[in-house]
């Protein structure tokens, strides 16, 4: 569909590199959205190797073998482009759904076909519930594991933020934020709605949602119990 891609297009350098390289470059840099602000890349949500990293855990599903998926988003999206452009527009602050002719959409395209061998590939499920008003508290001990592990790589560590992304609150700070936008709400049933929901939720934010796919119940509990400790 593509065989050279301008490097350029994204401010990389001039020279003429394959489509599927300059996709996988772009797949891990911010500036796929042409919002300064931005600072999320698609691999801030998304693993893209054949075994994810048991180390992290991502609100996006892994995209390998992605490409060809009879639907994305839960099915809720039918075409591959709407589905990256829901995430551009909806994380990323780009400024409109992305073009079917622009470049850096055809080179991310080339790329996670590249490295997509099934065709076709069954579509992921995807659970979101209207509404979370609680969870049952865990175990703190395995709530450190899952702030490292799903929260850290934005957020930083908890208090100081060290190795956060920048643009991104410390988490104590977008809660402190969130509660002054609804000052009567409860802090833990803010926080299970604002990790269900992400931005959704209607109190700011650009948070990426994790469904119950990708965060049990469990360890969510876990988690809020760490940060309550």
């Given at each position: 569909?593509?065989?050279?891609?301008?490097?350029?297009?994204?401010?990389?350098?001039?020279?003429?590199?394959?489509?599927?390289?300059?996709?996988?470059?772009?797949?891990?840099?911010?500036?796929?959205?042409?919002?300064?602000?931005?600072?999320?890349?698609?691999?801030?949500?998304?693993?893209?190797?054949?075994?994810?990293?048991?180390?992290?855990?991502?609100?996006?599903?892994?995209?390998?073998?992605?490409?060809?998926?009879?639907?994305?988003?839960?099915?809720?999206?039918?075409?591959?482009?709407?589905?990256?452009?829901?995430?551009?527009?909806s994380f990323m602050h780009g400024p409109?759904?992305?073009?079917?002719?622009?470049?850096?959409?055809?080179?991310?395209?080339?790329?996670?076909?590249?490295?997509?061998?099934?065709?076709?590939?069954?579509?992921?499920?995807?659970?979101?519930?209207?509404?979370?008003?609680?969870?049952?508290?865990?175990?703190?001990?395995?709530?450190?594991?899952?702030?490292?592990?799903?929260?850290?790589?934005?957020?930083?560590?908890?208090?100081?933020?060290?190795?956060?992304?920048?643009?991104?609150?410390?988490?104590?700070?977008?809660?402190?934020?969130?509660?002054?936008?609804?000052?009567?709400?409860?802090?833990?049933?803010?926080?299970?709605?604002?990790?269900?929901?992400?931005?959704?939720?209607?109190?700011?934010?650009?948070?990426?949602?994790?469904?119950?796919?990708?965060?049990?119940?469990?360890?969510?509990?876990?988690?809020?119990?760490?940060?309550?400790?």
């Amino acid at each position: 569909m593509l065989a050279l891609a301008l490097a350029a297009a994204a401010g990389c350098s001039d020279k003429l590199v394959p489509a599927a390289e300059f996709g996988e470059q772009i797949f891990a840099d911010p500036r796929l959205s042409e919002n300064p602000d931005n600072p999320f890349s698609c691999a801030t949500c998304h693993a893209a190797a054949p075994e994810s990293d048991p180390g992290r855990i991502l609100p996006g599903y892994n995209l390998y073998d992605s490409a060809f998926r009879a639907s994305w988003w839960g099915g809720f999206e039918a075409e591959y482009l709407d589905a990256v452009s829901f995430c551009y527009t909806s994380f990323m602050h780009g400024p409109a759904a992305l073009e079917p002719d622009d470049p850096k959409a055809m080179a991310l395209y080339e790329y996670l076909a590249s490295i997509s061998p099934t065709r076709p590939a069954p579509a992921k499920p995807l659970t979101f519930t209207r509404y979370v008003l609680t969870v049952a508290p865990g175990d703190p001990a395995r709530g450190e594991q899952v702030y490292t592990a799903a929260c850290a790589s934005c957020h930083g560590a908890l208090g100081t933020g060290e190795g956060k992304l920048l643009r991104v609150p410390r988490l104590p700070d977008a809660i402190a934020v969130a509660l002054r936008k609804l000052p009567s709400a409860d802090p833990v049933a803010l926080i299970v709605e604002k990790v269900r929901h992400g931005q959704f939720w209607g109190v700011g934010g650009m948070s990426p949602p994790f469904s119950r796919e990708v965060l049990s119940d469990e360890d969510l509990g876990a988690v809020i119990t760490y940060l309550g400790r």
